[in-house]
């Protein structure tokens, strides 16, 4: 081979390993380590979203949120029909007989009520009287045993027509005497005083 042509295949060697030995030590760069770079794969990772644990491992869930209670109205309580009373003084008699006469009323009932004791020994008759608005009047007739404990007589209640100031109620106490009349012991009429009946 003539030496011209040696010469120009040794130059374009020279050449050709001077442009690919940078190629080579560009593409496989070492770390310090001797460690190719760990980008591909094995480098720093972007942060993922962490999910917070319970004290068991496991990871919580949002805490659920309870539906709120429902409340129903309470029903309207009752109403309390208040139980007044118009009554008259406590009477007595020489003779033993106490009384006393009340109107009575609670919600729309009105009645009369006589309260008494008798301590004469023999057993009375007591008419008690209610006496309505327009005159009319509701009457009844009570033994009243010989003995000396409290009682009570009273009329059948009624439908109010007005106030219960508008009813005035009337005990009387009759007993029967040697001659075989009833003479009357005590009258007990109730008045404009008020209290609350029981």
């Given at each position: ?127 008690l009287t209610l006496m309505a608005p327009g005159g009319r009047t509701v009457q009844v007739r009570c033994a009243v045993p010989a003995q000396d404990e409290p009682g009570t007589c009273e009329t059948p209640r009624e439908r109010g027509a007005g106030t219960v100031a508008a009813y005035t109620g009337v005990a ?27």
């Open positions: 081979m003539p030496p011209v042509n040696l010469r120009v295949v040794a130059l374009g060697a020279a050449v050709t390993a001077a442009v690919l030995l940078p190629l080579v030590a560009t593409a496989e760069p070492a770390g310090e380590d001797g460690s190719l770079w760990k980008g591909l794969g094995s480098g720093p990772r972007t942060p993922e979203a962490t999910v917070p644990e319970t004290s068991a491992g496991t990871p919580s869930e949002p805490p659920a949120v309870a539906p709120a209670p429902s409340v129903s109205p309470d029903p309207p309580a009752p109403a309390v029909s208040e139980r007044v009373a118009r009554c008259g003084p406590e009477l007595a008699s020489p003779g033993g007989v106490e009384a006393q006469t009340c109107v009575l009323n609670e919600g729309v009932d009105v009645w009369a009520r006589a309260y008494y004791r008798n301590a004469t020994g023999q057993e009375l008759d007591a008419f009387e106490f009759a007993g029967t005497d040697e001659a075989g009349s009833t003479p009357l012991l005590l009258r007990a009429g109730s008045n404009t005083t008020d209290r609350e009946g029981s």
